[in-house]
């Protein structure tokens, strides 16, 4: 028996030493030379002041910003607590609060053309969405041409400047990130010194 613990209590304190401290500290390590802007947050600073990460959406509620996916994540946009809505489809609550965003969107962008963008409707499944598709910000362009006393044609080519394609060519789909095309709005070019960390 106790040769039985020995052996348990010394293969607990390799285990615990080898995944819990030397696997986490190489692994740390070698993101910090491969991938460090990923590793440290992919935070986004202005100025040298830190304004957001380009991998966690935020709330934009004014009309001269464009607007992110509603987000389910805590209290929105809680990168502590991700997570959809976990309603499913025939879920009362879901058609009640599709069909609230659905009003809420059309109330605020009066001049757009046509339905709502079904991304600008439901939240992702991480609830922190950074992105949305392009076909949502031309929709809200007009909205944000009014709000700044901008044409629409500036805004949506300032739009298709901030589009990403898929990546490596085939996974996803194109899209634009919110925080970036909000501060290109913020920031003209000659005045923005915008680093990706």
């Known amino acids: 028996m106790i040769k039985h613990l020995g052996t348990s209590l ?5 285990s615990i030493v080898l995944l819990g401290l030397i696997y986490p500290l190489a692994m740390t390590a070698i993101a910090q030379v491969i991938f460090p802007r990923q590793a440290n947050g992919s935070l986004i600073t202005v100025n040298g002041k830190v ?8 709330l934009w509620t004014k009309p ?3 607007h992110g996916r509603p987000s389910a994540a805590g209290k929105g946009y ?3 607590q991700t997570g959809g809505t976990n309603y499913g489809p025939t879920s009362a609550k879901l058609m009640a ?13 009066p001049d757009a053309s046509g ?38 044609a500036a805004v949506d080519a300032l739009v298709a400047q901030h589009v990403s394609g898929r990546t490596f060519g085939f996974l996803g789909e194109p899209r634009v990130n919110v925080l970036e095309v909000n ?11 915008m680093t990706k960390n």
């Open 97 to 109: 609060a599709t069909k609230a965003t659905i009003a809420q969107l059309e109330k605020e962008n």
């Open 78 to 80: 809680d990168p502590t």
């Open 115 to 152: 339905p709502p963008p079904m991304d600008l409707v439901t939240s992702s499944g991480s609830g922190i969405d950074p992105d949305i598709s392009p076909e949502a910000a031309h929709w809200q362009a007009p909205r944000v041409a009014k709000a700044r006393n901008m044409s629409a």
């Open 10 to 14: 010394r293969m607990t304190i390799v």
């Open 183 to 193: 501060l290109a709005l913020d920031h003209p070019s000659t005045g923005l010194r």
């Open 64 to 66: 001269r910003y464009f």
């Open 51 to 58: 304004v957001g990460s380009s991998i966690i959406g935020q």
